[in-house]
């Protein structure tokens, strides 16, 4: 187990309340739960708590039942400096198995291949293969149970997807607790003809149906696509084949600074997924005034918009999705659109949030 400092306390007096932040990790990839608890440790600290961010392992695929195990045997009861940890807030598998008498885990998502993602990864599998991860993914199924039990801790959900998913398997209560913006510079700019994507390039976050997409708009505008992944050198060869290289821009190191400006200055966010479990971009959009675009089998993703109201949530095909993406040549749609996003967005709080989390709305854990 590693831990990793987060930005410096606030200038206010701490409170007794040490607080854990727990997620789960592998080397080299930014995860959006990774966003997510640095987000909630800076706001923890802005409240006036101590906190930290720690990883517990997640291990490659096949091995991940020796986390569980490693993150179940690790001792947080107290800090190294031998004061107790009040409170912990574990947010993604297998970080909740961690044992502590405050508990909350804010969930993100369980291990998807095992849950609402087995029917199609299964289907990829020999017969040996599928007979060992069926028995895996029982031991994970049982583990998961156990650890996500109302007697352990206290279960909030960050969408309404995951919360549905948690019911479906398993039969979890959860309650619904999303997570506003990351306190960054969001700001509102200029309304460039400019379409943003935010997001690892890889298959379940569709970069291609957006790039496909995009080969069909007028030629007046332009891309910019934030973030790296597995598929960049694939994509950028498909745009080339598409002839429309020369309009976009692919940002793969964006830092906050850059994305919030990438942001501000941007007409509309596409952000289309496959079942997404929350994904943190159609918040940060309507941070910034801009209106999304999303797809109606995006999950978590899509329940931000409205569509016609503050975006459009359109079939995940290369025709309706660039007739969404032109409806904002209009830039008063993108602007009205944009403003009723960042009303609503701005009333999502970190302190609302951290009253649930730490149980000060007067929760006590059933014995």
Known sequence: MTNQNCEETSSKELSPKRVLVI???????????????????????????????????????????KAYLATWLTDISESGDGLPVDHVISLRFPSYAVRHNRHSCWL???MREYYDLWEKYSKKLYKRQFIKESIRRKLIFTADQFLLGPKRIRLF???????????????HDSELLYPPPPERNYRVGQYSKTILSVGRL????????????????????????????QEAAELKELSHSLGVADRIDWKHEADDDELCELYANCRAVFYGPVDEDYGMVPVEAYASGKPVITCVDSGGAKEWVEEGVCGNIVEPDPKSVAAALEFYADETVARKFGEVGKERVS?????????????????????
């Open 23 to 65: 997620t789960s990790d592998v080397p080299f990839v930014e995860g959006g739960h990774r966003v997510i608890a640095r987000a909630l440790c800076k706001a923890l600290q802005k409240a006036g708590h101590q906190s930290e961010v720690w990883t517990t392992p997640s291990n490659r695929f096949g091995h991940q039942l």
């Open 157 to 171: 959900a960050q969408s309404k997807n995951i919360q549905g998913r948690l019911s479906r398997f398993g039969g």
């Open 108 to 110: 993100n998502h369980r």
């Open 347 to 367: 009333k999502v709080t970190w302190d609302s949030i951290i009253k649930k989390l730490l149980w000060e709305d007067g929760y006590q854990r059933p014995l």
């Open 202 to 229: 890889h298959p379940l976050k569709r970069p291609e149906l957006l790039i496909r997409s995009f080969g069909l708009m007028d030629k007046s505008w332009k891309l910019v696509i934030a973030g790296r992944g």
